[in-house]
């Protein structure tokens, strides 16, 4: 009974300490999960608490070796959670700590791999630890999000879509994920199958723009640096092959060095490679080089062949001395360009059109500027995996490649070159004009949404029917009620709930899985408030979209029918 009212103390007291940001783990004072302050590890007082890499002892099989995992690390001992499991070309490396003398019987230590706070029982190795006594991630997001946001009304100014998980900015500027944290794609700081509703990942410097691909995701800060976090092993992320504990996987934001980079305007990225803009109008890429994705040309990759080990900057032949980029698209296997005098440029497979040059096969190594007819200048451009769309200056809409993924159904027709689109296939009123569009890069069968001056929303493209299994992870994308699988034929406008007279919306982030709209508001015109909501579509199951007040069907609440705020 006196075990019980301790151990019940402490954790109390545990709990307490965390509230008030005194709690540390490992090696430093408080720092890492626990760090509630500015995660820089500058507060020097608080519990440190031992660190145990797996205590469940996990066995591993590496060369059909067996490996079991079960060093307790004391304070003072090095230990990095980024090297325990690092990937290499042929095989596993585990990492594991210097054995110690071990923990007492009594000892409180923090779990990594569980990421939790457990007791040490009994010396039984097959009972060594207690069940976890306090989760640290459950504890962090308390912290972090409840003290900024009632638990009902969670409000994010910018959304991005990646595979099963979404980015975000949230009110206070900082950096919030949620979803599938497989790949540690949320930014955690652990690797696990779970899903994660939103939570604060980063807070060190103000967020401006926020980026996901398949299972990795960026983030530009007010400075103009680059922060990048998830699955890193075609070099995806832009962080090297050398950098020692990110050779498989960055478990949290970490910057990402741009060499002879202004700054950071934009970045965008896919399934294995990824696009930036510098604020000087410079064009870099790196990851998979493949089908000459990245633009690179035929270079020589020194870490594995056809991957680019960091953001490496592409030439532009033919670019005006005094023009530079202004935007970029990526899809699975291409990329795309505009420079600052309204030329678009494109690179990557030929096959399907997707380039707009005219060629249906081979590649494309290089930027290469597409010829059009004098007067049309283009201001946006937007990917699909074989198709594109870009948008000009007095806001028409062309299009190439795969002709459904604005209007038409099967059997698949192209379109050789960008063509400007027939306004029969908007449903516009009167002076209604594109203000921005998007496309969904990932699917070999296309879609597209536009944003209006009126703020009306449309889409177009092929729509999956209502699914009642959550093992489909692309259900209801679009956010149109269907019973069956099929191309739209024209745009159609979608309606979102809960949305407030003013809305203007300012984002399209589209994926495999699901499809965010980020939003501004004028909550109170009189004193010209400003609001931000975050409204999303598609499959929910692993959390993508948070918690769904408005499940797709009786038998499977993970989908949402129509566009819908999101929440926690």
């Not at 030439?315 to 899809?331: C, M, N, Q, Y």
């Not at 009189?526 to 929910?540: C, I, K, M, Q, V």
Request: with cysteine; aromatic share 10%; proline share 4%.
């Amino acid at each position: 009974m006196k075990k019980i009212n301790i151990l019940s103390t402490f954790v109390l007291f545990f709990i307490t300490s965390v509230i008030f940001s005194q709690v540390g783990i490992g090696n430093k004072n408080p720092r890492g999960v626990l760090d509630v302050n500015d995660e820089n590890g500058e507060n020097t007082q608080g519990i440190v608490l031992p660190v145990v890499p797996d205590a469940n002892r996990d066995t591993i099989i590496i060369n059909n070796d067996t490996i079991t995992v079960a060093t307790v690390v004391k304070p003072g001992d090095a230990f990095d959670v980024h090297t325990y499991i690092n990937e290499e070309e042929n095989n596993v490396s585990v990492v594991v700590p210097a054995p110690t003398a071990g923990a007492e019987i009594g000892t409180i230590v923090f779990d990594v791999k569980a990421n939790c706070i457990r007791l040490k029982h009994t010396e039984d190795v097959t009972d060594e630890f207690s069940k976890c006594l306090v989760d640290s991630r459950k504890v962090r997001d308390e912290i972090f999000n409840y003290s900024i946001y009632d638990a009902g009304e969670f409000k994010l100014k910018k959304v991005a879509a990646g595979i099963e998980f979404s980015v975000a900015i949230g009110m206070d500027d900082y950096l919030y994920t949620a979803g599938f944290n497989a790949s540690a794609r949320t930014g955690k700081g652990y690797y696990d199958n779970s899903g994660i509703t939103w939570g604060r990942i980063y807070n060190s410097e103000k967020i401006v723009d926020v980026a996901a691909g398949s299972y990795h995701g960026f983030a530009i800060t007010e400075s103009g640096k680059l922060l990048g976090w998830g699955e890193n092993n075609s070099r995806r992320i832009g962080r090297p092959i050398d950098s020692p504990g990110n050779i498989g996987y960055v478990y949290k934001p970490t910057q990402v060095i741009v060499d002879n980079a202004s700054g950071v305007k934009k970045v965008v990225a896919a399934n294995e490679h990824s696009i930036l803009l510098t604020k000087d109008g410079q064009v870099y890429a790196t990851g998979i080089h493949t089908d000459y994705r990245t633009g690179l040309g035929d270079i020589i990759t020194i870490a594995y062949p056809n991957i680019t080990d960091s953001f490496t900057q592409l030439v532009f032949e033919g670019l005006t001395p005094e023009a530079t980029i202004v935007d970029i698209a990526i899809s699975y296997y291409n990329g795309a360009a505009i420079d600052s005098e309204g030329n678009l440029w494109t690179w990557g497979r030929n096959d399907y059109y997707i380039t707009g040059l005219g060629i249906d096969s081979d590649y494309t190594k290089v930027p290469t500027k597409i010829s059009m007819s004098p007067g049309v200048i283009f201001k946006k451009v937007a990917l699909a995996q074989r198709a594109g769309i870009a948008l000009t200056d007095d806001n028409k809409l062309y299009q190439w490649g795969d002709k459904r993924i604005i209007a038409g159904n099967d059997p698949p027709d192209y379109i050789t070159t960008p063509t400007l689109v027939d306004d029969s296939v908007f449903p516009f009123e009167e002076g209604e004009e594109i203000v921005l569009i998007e496309a969904d890069w990932y699917h070999e069968a296309p879609s597209s949404m536009l944003v209006t001056n009126l703020n009306k929303v449309y889409a177009a493209g092929y729509n999956e029917a209502m699914t009642t299994n959550p093992l489909v992870p692309d259900s209801r994308r679009l956010g149109i009620d269907t019973d069956t699988n099929n191309y739209t034929g024209a745009y159609k406008e979608i309606h979102t709930l809960g949305i407030y007279p003013g809305t203007q919306f300012t984002k399209i982030s589209m994926s495999a899985t699901h499809t965010v709209l980020s939003t501004k508001e004028n909550s109170d015109a009189s004193l010209n408030a400003t609001d931000f909501r975050a409204y999303g579509t598609g499959n929910a199951n692993r959390l993508q979209l948070g918690t769904r007040s408005n499940p797709g069907s009786d038998t499977d609440p993970s989908f949402s029918v129509f566009f819908e705020p999101v929440k926690r």
